[in-house]
């Protein structure tokens, strides 16, 4: 049976006039079998993507299936 985690992860999508950095929280839906291989998943996804993230939360999804 297939567990999905929800992962959290803080984007720097622009810096204001004052010099901080707007941030975004996106959250991601991955199907892992624990909290360390959804965190590594996101981490290998954004290895090509040149912004600024950072992992903020992982947890177990209450998401039973995916039905496509």
Excluded: C, H, P, Q
């Excluded at 999508?13 to 996106?26: Q, S």
């Excluded at 839906?29 to 992992?55: G, H, N, P, Q, W």
């Amino acid at each position: 049976m297939a567990k999905f985690f929800e992962v959290t992860v803080e984007v720097v999508v622009a810096t204001l006039k004052n010099g901080k950095d707007k941030k975004v929280k996106e959250i991601y839906l991955v199907d892992a079998m624990s909290v360390t291989e959804a965190e590594a998943r996101v981490v290998k996804d954004f290895k090509d993507v040149s912004i600024d993230y950072k992992v903020v939360g992982a947890k177990e999804s209450r998401i039973l299936r995916v039905i496509e």
